[in-house]
């Protein structure tokens, strides 16, 4: 890999994924996230020409469903464990701006 | 300086399956909040997407009316942003491999026609629904939308008005519920239009800096919203102001487009293919089974009108509007023998009639075979044009057949010329102040003659007739 990710890379993607961390976890991260990249660059020095991509690691594909509704109304169930529900809504702290 | 307007259209269309892509729960719209989400749907951990066999064959149905490549292999891919109506974190769509690539629309616009090339179409969930009303300062969700599985079609940025804009948005319309693969409603979102513009100097090869308008749910408001974000593009520039990259939204109200607050890194989605979905495969048998059951197309269908029926391109592309109106309209042609005559009944008295009452062709009162013995009627004389929408009324409220509608009002044109001649010396006698100025030379008194008669025949008199008896006997 020819470009490295820096803190910055490394504090945006947790940024972008929400995920919370410090200096230091972003340190520790860095170091990982690039040696990933090392043994991505190491596969991709294997020829691969006239190869097709794969968008799967298996050569197998979708099985289909046929066009039927056999879920029935759960949200009883599933409000059950909702922190908070109003009519039939789940609430969450405001979002529009 | 003269600008050129460039747009280009991302239709959503909602596909008429009767579950979600990826899992057994309705699409029905309006149900209570949430009772149409499923595990799938809300994303409970540990759940799996299983891909609708009907939103696949939509797709193909589209791919394959348009000409376009259907992928024989297709992939899903996740799209990643947060936002509480979408629980799993990620929208399932489809980037790098989708289902249909190429095709075009031929669009007619001020009598001319125009093709425009569609980029792409690729199947995707649609998200749930947030209502941002008062709960307590809390937003409500609604996920009986999530995972309803849509279309969005892509177009090339080649419409240079927003008349063409619009005309490809209705052809656009009309394939997707001629084929059946969208119900069409706008109002229920079911055909969500978002428009891509911009505008360069007229000569200049680049593409302009584009201004993305979101979510359009009409026609006109699809209009409205290029005429003014073009005016407002062409006005910053010639201040000499620049035009940034933003999405928009248009506020029916003032007719105006504002710009949404975008966060930073909102576009980033890192899209990467879903390990929980395999290739999509489409074999032959299957699309060329789907392609067998394709109806007669609209493009098909305007020139078979135009040569069967003699109807010109512009009415041809009124009556295919919807696949009821064609098939109406085709009813009415065979019926009569009168292509010509039917396309102006169709498309005048009667559509005119059943705007007035808001009714759609499919609900119309009067049914097209009736429109057709109506129409035969005038073509053999038996009804003038005036007496035929006296019977045309007759059918809207249902009074029954033609033939006895014109018996019980009395409506036949007068055709025995005996009784014709007698209305007319009475007119003669009655008017001889209009016999003299015609004899003088003025051709206007004729006309006043005519009217007399056409009067005191109570509208029977077949005008035509009338005229040669008059001049006949003024002659």
Redesign the interface.
Known sequence: MSQALTQDDVK?IA??A?IEIDDAQAQATQAQLNAIFDLIATMQAVNTDGIAPM??A?E????????????T???AA??SVAP?V???????????? | MKWETVIGLEVHTQLA???KIF????TAFGA????????VD?A?PGVLP???????ECAIKFGLAIGATLNR?N?FDRK?Y???DLPKGYQISQLA?PIVEGGALTILVDGEEITVNLTRAHMEEDAGK???ED?????????NRAGTPLLEIVSEPEMRSSAEAVAYARALHTLVTWIGICDGNMQEGSFRVDANVSVRPVGQAEFGTRREIKNLNSFKFLQQAIDYEVRWQIETLEDGGRIEQATVLFDPDTGETRMM?SKE?AH?Y?YF?D?D?????LDEEWVEAVRAALPELPAAMQARFQRDYGVSPYDAGVLTGSRALADYFETVAKTCGQGKLAANWVMGELSATLNKAELDIAQSPVPAARLGALITRIQDGTLSGKLAKQVFEGLWEGAGEVDAIIEARGLKQLSDSGELETIIDEVLAANPKSVEEFRSGKEKAFNALVGQVMKASRGKANPAQVNELLKRKLG
């Open positions: 945006r940024r972008l929400r968008a799967h298996q197998v594909y979708q099985r289909l469903r046929d066009d039927d509704v056999t879920e109304d759960r949200h599933f409000q908070a109003e009519n039939g809504l789940y609430l969450v702290p405001k979002v529009i701006e | 399956t009767r579950s899992s057994g729960s309705s209570a909040p949430n009772t149409q989400a499923s595990a809300i409970l299983v891909l609708n066999k009907g939103a696949v292999v992939v990643n947060f936002y509480p491999k947030s209502l941002h709960f307590h300062g809390m937003t409500g969700i609604d996920l607050r890194d980033d890192r293919p390990p979905l395999l290739p999509v495969k």
